[in-house]
């Protein structure tokens, strides 16, 4: 796991020094709400809903929505099919809709009071450019691979168990794949440090730095530094 976890960092740093012709640096600030519904011991439906803003709340950036489904593949090991619908804005009105199916395979470990999840996501990204005339729609395959420790700083009450201070590291690797992808086959890497309030079992609230580096065209990457705050909602789970 270290050995990996380095060699995503290193790789990041590496397309950031020695790969980059231009930079262009942005701030964003992203609101999310993640839901988990048990449906029986085999089946979860996952959902989340999010807004991000760029340079500013009063700048909308994208509106996210997803949705799948949950089943057990073997022993900690779980498979997600699911959909999501990203919108673009550009000066606040849409310029962009796409539509996102994907499949997604989990794996969760523990070392003690360590928690490893590693989650690998195919993606297949189908654009409609809402501002061009005429209207242009393109799509490709991407690749995500998130490499997340949680681990519990301390206790939160002294009368509730369940009521930790956690910290997320984590590290998350993006590539393009596809006829239309010419310079961007690595998309983005993003790092992540965070806390967790962890109020109960079923409810978990976070705070997350996130820094992006991605490459958008021949000559041009893009570095983005990410305020994430998050609410992830449990339902229908045993205590």
């Not at 009105?93 to 360590?114: C, M, W």
């Not at 690797?173 to 109960?200: A, E």
Request: overall charge positive.
């Amino acid at each position: 796991m270290k050995f990996i976890f380095t060699s995503l960092f290193v790789f990041t740093f590496f397309l950031q020094f020695f790969g980059q012709k231009s930079i262009t640096k942005s701030e964003q600030l992203w609101f999310q709400y993640y839901n988990q519904i048990k449906l029986s011991n085999k089946l979860i439906v996952y959902s989340d809903f999010g807004i991000r803003f760029r340079s500013g709340i009063y700048n909308w950036f994208q509106i996210t929505s997803r949705a799948g489904i949950g089943y057990p593949i073997q022993n900690k090991i779980q498979g997600i099919s699911g959909f999501a619908v990203f919108t673009t804005f550009k000066d606040n009105l849409a310029s962009i809709i796409e539509l996102r199916p994907y499949q997604e395979v989990n794996t969760t470990h523990d070392f003690g009071k360590l928690k490893v999840q590693n989650r690998l996501r195919i993606e297949f990204r189908n654009f409609n450019i809402l501002s061009s005339e005429p209207k242009v729609i393109t799509s490709n395959f991407r690749f995500r691979y998130r490499l997340y420790f949680t681990y519990p700083l301390l206790d939160l009450s002294t009368k509730k168990s369940d009521s930790k201070l956690l910290l997320n590291i984590g590290d998350e690797l993006f590539i393009n794949v596809g006829k239309n992808i010419l310079y961007n086959t690595f998309d983005n890497n993003r790092l992540l440090l965070g806390l967790g309030f962890q109020f109960k079992k079923k409810l978990t609230c976070s705070l997350t730095y996130c820094y992006q580096y991605g490459q958008r065209s021949k000559n041009l990457n893009e570095q983005s530094d990410i305020f994430w705050i998050g609410i992830n909602h449990k339902l229908g789970f045993n205590k």
